[in-house]
């Protein structure tokens, strides 16, 4: 959404009309905040970890950074759509879990085709119940996915009974993530395809616009026309399939699936991803590039910190801090706004 | 705030403060002049009016005495002493108290919790609720109102809800009560009594500050009115010297007939584009009414009496318990707004920030939301044809001050409200209802907007107009629907739309057809 902004006033088909002053200035200023938003605090975090350590600049670190990010980025570009259009998924951590426990389970046995398909048909059924429980019994998102998280939770425990699955190094399974592409390994180009697909999805189609409106105005969106509740529905079940296409990925990378692998966090780790790159936790506005931007602060804030080798205590309160801050920016724009 | 320091300012405050005296008072909202140099004098044991158009500035000043805003220059005083209200809470130690036009009742709490809400009777910071239940016993029958102290607020009337404000203002021994559209959402006996607790706030030496639309209230309850026209004091007069005319005129600035379009009837043959008939819903009973081509429909009839809702069954908005939609011949069955749109109707809702824009969005995409498929392909936005095609329509609605990408929020009330219709023409529909168009619209804009309907009731569409304004609704239809309690009581065409058969059939009992 965020280019428009500029490429419009240069257009010639628009008519010629003052450009109104004052009262915009400190809005427009926040509306360029939101669209360079992330980048700049990125650039200069990148910059200097170049200077600071000279291991960071090199292709493989880089490439291992993204790697390690891939399964997050797919979930965050998604999870931006569930916020733009006013809802919130806390179950993505649960809904990565199972699908790692499912994909490890029938990789064992089956092809990979069948395996990542069964996987990802369960993450999309997920999210089509979560869409269905929020839009038809009108239960707050945030309570309906993070129950749902502790009952999918729960059923990934039962499916691999608590066990961790260990999967061979020689099946077919393990180039799903790990072919690898001019030294690009498969993980990382099916996560740039999701996040590409996505962002073109929410800004070039009238779909996007529906999302946008749903989440900005619901009611005014719905007496357009809009089907406000098929369009949040569909963002879940985009977002379940999502987490399963990442717990897949994951799994794919590390051979390896236990219930609660890293699912614990992740939703939260999703979540701050998000906000950092500046999509408002309001609903209405939001951007996935800047989402994947903001995932990658974050992650290079914790590369950062190996690197320099300094106590990853510090690393949870820089955290806290970032997140404090783009949380804080985000509600003075709005107020702003009024 | 401590309990001490707020006990020791309210000590002082309660006795009437004297004069409350504004002088050269401005204040600019990012540029835009809100109010230029007023100076006037509000005296206790007198009803003040401000009176003006939306947008004169009158809620403004009010604010600016309530505490909420701070001038920009200029000074006030009370009962001589220089007055620096930095918060609603200094206006409040002062024995300021601002009854809003949106209530500020907290639904949760009682009735009693509510009217001492901020002053709560406590000793060392544990509530007495004994003793707030006497106290409340002792107002409510010193003024007659018949609350129960217990009752959930959030469960009254809205009227019920206004009388908890009023308690409030009142345990507080306010000496200036500044009351914004009090009687707005009021039923006509719930009015008699507000005007009665008008009354007797005055005669006990309360200063009341009454902001209204309704002249016919201003000129029975006010002494002293002053109007305001786009920010400006245009005079200061005692009501008894006041007509609705003279100020009518002082409002507009010009007589009432130049404000409105010359009406261009629709001839009595042309075909019906929509016929309700029997329709009941929630607040509906049983409404059978037609609309030709180039027809404008006007719906009259007081706050509540289900015009909003029977044009949102109409719409497909609201569950339709009984009766029939016909569009152009054929019946409406959709259970949602975007099939009404699909067959051709579009409804331009009454809050254009609630219900009708995305206010963080630019002008572009609220205009395009409605008929995003015209732009696109196969759910691809061509952004060209977008741009194009958005830009026209804001050259037809006359839309200023905006380029595609300014946020909605950005632009002036009627500016906004041009946007809905321009994303109502976008539709190309062959009925448009309008409900309230002009809500929180300057006068300039009004006369743009009743072009516009105007003009899109001429191009072939019938058009339906609800307005609280009954000058607006007499202005503009060609026929007027009166509705009360749901239902029909008139149906006026021709030399008998005037304000008084309006007026009779809003509070008539005899039902229609």
């Known amino acids: 959404m965020s280019n428009q902004t500029t490429d419009q006033t240069n257009e010639p088909t628009v008519p010629a009309s003052p450009v109104s002053s004052g009262p915009g200035n400190a809005l427009r200023f926040m509306r360029s905040w939101r669209t360079a938003g992330i980048g700049i605090p990125f650039l200069v975090l990148f910059v200097a970890l170049s200077i600071a350590s000279g291991p960071f600049l090199h292709a493989q670190n880089l490439i291992n950074i993204v790697d390690q990010q891939a399964a997050t980025l797919c979930i965050a570009a998604a999870g931006t759509l569930v916020l733009v259009t006013g809802g919130l998924d806390l179950s993505v951590g649960a809904i990565y879990g199972l699908s790692t426990v499912v994909v490890g389970n029938l990789a064992q046995h089956q092809s990979p085709f069948v395996a990542i398909s069964v996987t990802l048909a369960v993450g999309l059924f997920v999210g089509l119940i979560n869409g269905l429980i929020v839009t038809v019994f009108k239960i707050n998102a945030l309570i309906t996915t993070l129950a749902m998280s502790f009952v999918i939770g729960g059923i990934a425990l039962k499916v691999s009974a608590g066990n961790l699955i260990v999967l061979n190094l020689n099946s077919n399974f393990y180039k799903f993530a790990n072919t690898m592409v001019w030294r690009v390994p498969s993980a990382v180009l099916m996560m740039l395809l999701v996040v590409i697909v996505l962002s073109l999805l929410l800004t070039r189609t009238t779909f996007g616009r529906h999302m946008i409106a749903s989440g900005g105005n619901a009611e005014a969106a719905r007496l357009a026309g809009i089907r406000v509740n098929r369009v949040r529905i569909i963002t879940f079940v985009l977002s379940g399939g999502a987490a399963a296409l990442a717990g897949a990925i994951d799994t794919s990378r590390l051979l390896s699936a236990q219930a609660a692998g890293g699912g614990n966090t992740l939703a939260f780790t999703v979540l701050a991803g998000i906000v950092v790159g500046g999509t408002s936790i309001a609903g209405g506005e939001g951007s996935v590039w800047r989402t994947f931007i903001g995932v990658l602060f974050i992650a290079l804030v914790g590369n950062g910190f190996v690197l320099e080798q300094i106590d990853p205590l510090y690393q949870q309160i820089v955290l806290g801090i970032i997140l404090l801050v783009a949380v804080g920016l985000d509600a003075w724009a709005r107020q702003r706004r009024r | ?513």
Not at chain 2, 106 to 116: D, I, K, Q, R, S
Not at chain 2, 232 to 258: D, K, Q
Not at chain 2, 393 to 416: D, I, R, W, Y
Request: hydrophobic share 45%; glycine share 10%.
């Open chain 2, 1 to 513: 705030m401590t309990n001490a320091q707020t006990n020791d300012v309210r000590s002082t405050a309660g006795i009437p403060g004297g004069d409350l005296v504004v002088t050269g008072v401005s204040k600019r909202f990012g540029g835009v002049p809100a109010l230029t140099d007023i100076s006037l004098t509000i005296t206790p044991g007198k009803v003040h009016a401000f009176i003006g158009e939306n947008g004169a500035g009158k809620s403004t000043l009010a604010k600016i005495i309530a505490g909420v805003y701070t001038p920009d220059e200029g000074s006030l005083t009370l009962g001589g002493r220089p007055l620096t209200l930095r918060s609603p809470r200094e206006a409040l130690d002062n024995g300021i108290i601002t009854i809003a036009q949106e209530l500020a009742i907290v639904p949760g709490l009682t009735v009693a919790e509510n009217v001492y809400l901020g002053s709560e009777i406590a000793s060392r910071g544990f509530l007495n609720r004994r003793e707030a239940h006497r106290r409340f016993d002792a107002l409510a029958t010193r003024i007659g109102f018949d609350l129960s102290p217990d009752v959930v607020a959030g469960s009254l009337s809205i009227a019920d809800q206004q009388k908890v404000e009023i308690m409030r203002a009142l345990s507080r021994n306010a000496s200036i009560v500044v009351m914004d559209e009090p009687s707005a959402a009021l039923s006509s006996q719930e009015s008699v009594a507000l005007h009665d607790i008008i009354r007797s706030l005055a005669q006990r030496g309360s200063a009341v500050v009454l902001i209204s639309h309704f002249l016919n209230e201003v000129l029975s309850l006010a002494d002293t009115i002053s109007t305001l026209r786009d920010g400006h004091l245009i005079s200061t007069v005692e009501a008894t010297g006041a007509t609705t005319e003279s100020l009518i005129e002082g409002m507009l600035g010009r007589s009432l007939s130049a404000a409105y379009p010359e009406k261009i009837l629709a001839s009595a043959d042309a075909p019906v584009v929509l016929t309700v008939s029997h329709l009941s819903a929630a607040g509906v009973d049983d409404c059978s009414f037609e609309v030709r081509r180039g027809e404008i429909l006007g719906i009259a009839g007081l706050v509540g009496a289900g015009r909003s809702e029977l044009v949102r069954a109409v719409f497909r908005d609201a569950k339709v318990t009984q009766g029939s939609v016909h569009l152009n011949g054929r019946q409406l069955s959709g259970r949602h707004p975007s099939e009404s749109i699909a067959q051709g109707l579009v409804l331009i809702p009454e809050s254009r920030k609630q219900m009708g824009l995305l206010m963080g969005r630019s002008v572009m995409e609220n205009i395009s939301l409605a008929r995003l498929d015209l732009v696109g392909r196969f759910g691809w936005l061509s952004k060209h044809r977008e741009r194009v095609t958005v830009a026209a329509l804001m050259e037809q609605t006359t839309v200023k001050g905006a380029t595609l990408a300014t946020p909605a929020t950005m632009l002036s009330g009627g500016n906004q409200q041009k946007l809905l219709f321009a994303r109502s023409m976008m539709c190309s529909p062959s009925v448009l209802i309008a409900d309230e168009p002009t809500r929180g619209v300057d006068v300039g804009s009004k006369r743009a907007i009743y072009d516009l309907l105007v003009q899109m009731a001429s191009e072939g569409m019938g058009v339906i107009v609800i307005s609280s304004e009954l000058d607006e609704v007499l202005g503009l239809a060609h026929r007027i629907l009166v509705m009360r309690h749901g239902h029909f009581t008139a149906e006026l065409t021709g030399d008998d739309i005037n304000e008084s058969n309006v007026l009779a059939a809003a509070f008539s009992e005899v039902r229609l057809g």
